[in-house]
């Protein structure tokens, strides 16, 4: 367990380049405005239309008060109630950003709220919490806080500690208690799920004294997890992507981490745990790019609790895993992010194995190739061990999947681990969130994806998905190979088969549709492209940090530059995106070939 405030030799030990930017930091912010009352994120997001997370108050200060908790503990700041303002600059921050978010009227974000809209409300009722994300984060939040600076908290602000168990337990532990058919249920969103139930655990062990109360949350909690690790396929794969991965399978690590420490529950025999963890290593192109399929960014923000997959790797005895987490996790030298949230980001300052591991320098997690047959996707390199070379990977999968594009058989191709032929990503959600018309944004369509648009686009809904899917991994080369026909309207494609094809010697890809002849329906192959694209004669050339040759024959190529305005796209494309369509000949056969340009290197 993460040890308070008063033992000194453990926060005293975090590293000085650590300690020094974290305190840093806190002084920065001690010299801004805190962010506004989150009630009036709640007007904001209903005028503006586009509540996003990183737009909202709420998550501004609940990343302000992380900071100024952290540098408490590690500065040791303290002073007596009676001592006058600026004895204690940390601390005193940290106690006003508690207070104000006890104060707040909701803790939920705007788009999840069910009573709000139906009722024409804009603003939440407080006497009708909701129990989502944002309510789970500001939990842990106050779990985390009581429980590291609980000794100091008693002397410079007696009775906030009281606060913050009373607004806990009005807000998030007596409605997940009685209201069971929320998201996080039993039947309900399975990214949730650790979520939610990640942080009633931290509040039911760190903030609940009555010990049967705290018996029954903990066992609800453990139903609840139970559910979520018996819908985890059993590759360890994550149809959302690796960004989805810290969300969801992470949680699920750390809850157990809690249920082992309080003497509850062991779980590292789960066979499940050991494919889990090797998720985010297979699915890394190199530096920080990953194979990223519906609304995953293709880039990791920095905050992610890399100390978690660190030590679930050396628990189950992975290296791969943990050379990748320590690599990836200390890039920049330090040991965690504020970013991470205040229970994750005390547990990698207070782990001593994550603490005092050497960076890892080699990239030797990278796989020759992986397959994971429940999700569907393929990911295969030129050479094992090394970003260097062409990689392919490919989905096959269904329109149904949690928080999908419509992509059923997109593909990626990416030249010494950087993207080049991608997937765009999400955008900014508009509201009301992630809903029933979100495949309106031209990110999540069809046609601005590696698919084929056979004079329509792909459909939305589980029902529409890749058939005989297949396969094939050897020295030589991998391939992967579906009929992609169930994706578009019933009755429009009898076969539309699609194989992706990496060949080791020498090295190129080639991507081979074959289909029933649509009688003179036009046929468009789109293909999103990361980098200065010159066109030719069949061919095109894309520069990025190399240059990616692509050719063709017998087809008629165009050129779309996509500016890129929404924000969250913008900071990992830059400006603009390229989309290449080559109009084919409805023949019933057509390849595409990608190799390294001559002359071409990293």
């Given at each position: 367990?993460?040890?308070?405030?008063?033992?000194?030799?453990?926060?005293?030990?975090?590293?000085?380049?650590?300690?020094?930017?974290?305190?840093?930091?806190?002084?920065?912010?001690?010299?801004?405005?805190?962010?506004?009352?989150?009630?009036?994120?709640?007007?904001?997001?209903?005028?503006?239309?586009?509540?996003?997370?990183?737009?909202?108050?709420?998550?501004?200060?609940?990343?302000r008060?992380?900071?100024?908790?952290?540098?408490?503990?590690?500065?040791?700041?303290?002073?007596?109630?009676?001592?006058?303002?600026?004895?204690?600059?940390?601390?005193?921050?940290?106690?006003?950003?508690?207070?104000?978010?006890?104060?707040?009227?909701?803790?939920?974000?705007?788009?999840?709220?069910?009573?709000?809209?139906?009722?024409?409300?804009?603003?939440?009722?407080?006497?009708?919490?909701?129990?989502?994300?944002?309510?789970?984060?500001?939990?842990?939040?106050?779990?985390?806080?009581?429980?590291?600076?609980?000794?100091?908290?008693?002397?410079?602000?007696?009775g906030?500690?009281?606060?913050?168990?009373?607004?806990?337990?009005?807000?998030?532990?007596?409605?997940?208690?009685?209201?069971?058919?929320?998201?996080?249920?039993?039947?309900?969103d399975?990214?949730?799920?650790?979520?939610?139930?990640?942080?009633?655990?931290?509040?039911?062990?760190?903030?609940?004294?009555?010990?049967?109360?705290?018996?029954?949350?903990?066992?609800?909690?453990v139903?609840?997890?139970?559910?979520?690790?018996a819908?985890?396929?059993?590759?360890?794969?994550?149809?959302?992507?690796?960004?989805?991965?810290?969300?969801?399978?992470?949680r699920?690590?750390?809850?157990?981490?809690?249920?082992?420490?309080?003497?509850?529950?062991?779980?590292?025999?789960?066979?499940?745990?050991a494919?889990?963890?090797?998720?985010?290593?297979?699915?890394?192109?190199?530096?920080?790019?990953?194979?990223?399929?519906?609304?995953?960014?293709?880039?990791?923000?920095?905050?992610?609790?890399?100390?978690?997959?660190?030590?679930?790797?050396?628990?189950?005895?992975?290296?791969?895993?943990?050379?990748?987490?320590?690599?990836?996790?200390?890039?920049?030298?330090?040991?965690?992010?504020?970013?991470?949230?205040?229970?994750?980001?005390?547990?990698?300052?207070?782990?001593?194995?994550?603490?005092?591991?050497?960076?890892?320098?080699?990239?030797?997690?990278?796989?020759?190739?992986?397959?994971?047959?429940?999700?569907?996707?393929?990911?295969?390199?030129?050479?094992?061990?090394?970003?260097?070379?062409?990689?392919?990977?490919?989905?096959?999968?269904?329109?149904?999947?949690?928080?999908?594009?419509?992509?059923?058989?997109?593909?990626?191709?990416?030249?010494?681990?950087?993207?080049?032929?991608?997937?765009?990503?999400?955008?900014?959600?508009?509201?009301?969130?992630?809903?029933?018309?979100?495949?309106?944004?031209?990110?999540?369509?069809?046609?601005?994806?590696?698919?084929?648009?056979?004079?329509?686009?792909?459909?939305?809904?589980?029902h529409?998905?890749?058939?005989?899917?297949?396969?094939?991994?050897?020295?030589?080369?991998?391939?992967?190979?579906?009929?992609?026909?169930?994706?578009?309207?019933?009755?429009?494609?009898?076969?539309?088969?699609?194989?992706?094809?990496?060949?080791?010697?020498?090295?190129h890809?080639?991507?081979?549709?074959?289909?029933?002849?649509?009688?003179g329906?036009?046929?468009s192959?789109?293909?999103?492209?990361?980098?200065?694209?010159?066109?030719?004669?069949?061919?095109a050339?894309v520069?990025?940090?190399?240059t990616?040759?692509?050719?063709?024959?017998?087809?008629?190529?165009?050129?779309?530059?996509?500016?890129?305005?929404d924000?969250?796209?913008?900071?990992?494309?830059?400006?603009?995106?390229?989309?290449?369509t080559?109009?084919?000949?409805?023949?019933?056969?057509?390849?595409?070939?990608?190799?390294?340009?001559?002359?071409?290197?990293?």
């Open positions: 367990m993460v040890p308070d405030v008063t033992e000194r030799a453990v926060w005293d030990a975090v590293d000085p380049a650590t300690r020094g930017a974290l305190v840093a930091r806190a002084d920065a912010e001690l010299t801004r405005e805190a962010p506004a009352p989150p009630v009036r994120t709640w007007t904001r997001a209903f005028r503006k239309n586009r509540p996003t997370a990183d737009e909202e108050a709420s998550v501004r200060l609940r990343e008060v992380t900071l100024f908790v952290l540098a408490a503990v590690l500065t040791d700041d303290i002073a007596p109630a009676t001592a006058p303002p600026g004895a204690s600059p940390y601390l005193d921050a940290a106690v006003d950003g508690l207070a104000a978010l006890s104060e707040a009227t909701s803790w939920g974000l705007p788009p999840h709220t069910r009573r709000r809209a139906p009722r024409g409300e804009v603003l939440p009722d407080p006497d009708e919490p909701f129990v989502d994300l944002g309510a789970a984060e500001i939990t842990s939040l106050f779990a985390w806080a009581d429980h590291v600076l609980g000794p100091h908290l008693d002397i410079r602000a007696p906030l500690r009281r606060r913050l168990r009373r607004e806990v337990n009005l807000r998030v532990l007596t409605p997940f208690e009685h209201t069971r058919d929320q998201r996080w249920g039993l039947d309900g399975a990214r949730w799920n650790p979520w939610i139930h990640g942080a009633v655990l931290a509040a039911a062990l760190l903030l609940v004294e009555d010990q049967r109360r705290r018996e029954r949350l903990v066992t609800l909690v139903q609840g997890l139970d559910h979520f690790t819908t985890l396929p059993d590759d360890g794969g994550v149809e959302e992507g690796v960004a989805y991965w810290w969300h969801g399978p992470c699920l690590l750390e809850a157990l981490d809690l249920l082992a420490e309080a003497g509850m529950r062991h779980d590292e025999h789960l066979p499940l745990l494919e889990l963890i090797r998720f985010p290593h297979r699915m890394h192109l190199g530096g920080d790019w990953y194979v990223n399929a519906g609304d995953a960014p293709p880039r990791l923000p920095p905050g992610e609790p890399w100390h978690v997959l660190h030590r679930w790797g050396e628990r189950l005895g992975d290296e791969d895993v943990r050379a990748h987490a320590l690599c990836r996790g200390r890039e920049r030298s330090l040991i965690i992010r504020p970013e991470a949230g205040l229970g994750r980001a005390l547990a990698g300052l207070s782990d001593e194995g994550w603490r005092d591991a050497a960076p890892a320098t080699r990239d030797g997690w990278l796989p020759r190739e992986v397959w994971l047959p429940r999700v569907q996707i393929l990911v295969a390199r030129e050479m094992a061990g090394t970003p260097e070379g062409l990689t392919l990977a490919m989905k096959a999968g269904h329109n149904g999947e949690r928080h999908n594009h419509l992509d059923i058989g997109s593909y990626w191709v990416a030249l010494d681990g950087v993207p080049v032929v991608v997937d765009v990503g999400q955008p900014a959600y508009a509201a009301p969130g992630p809903g029933p018309d979100r495949h309106q944004e031209w990110p999540l369509r069809a046609e601005w994806h590696n698919v084929p648009e056979p004079g329509v686009e792909q459909q939305t809904g589980g529409h998905y890749a058939r005989d899917v297949h396969a094939e991994t050897g020295v030589d080369q991998v391939e992967l190979r579906a009929d992609l026909a169930g994706a578009y309207p019933a009755g429009r494609l009898t076969r539309w088969r699609r194989s992706a094809r990496l060949v080791r010697d020498p090295a890809i080639v991507v081979e549709e074959n289909w029933a002849p649509l009688r329906i036009p046929v192959l789109r293909h999103m492209l990361a980098g200065r694209v010159e066109l030719g004669e069949n061919w050339l520069h990025s940090e190399g990616l040759r692509i050719s063709w024959r017998g087809a008629t190529a165009e050129l779309d530059h996509r500016m890129v305005d924000p969250l796209l913008r900071r990992t494309w830059g400006e603009s995106l390229t989309r290449l080559l109009r084919v000949p409805d023949t019933g056969a057509f390849s595409v070939r990608f190799e390294r340009a001559a002359g071409s290197y990293r």
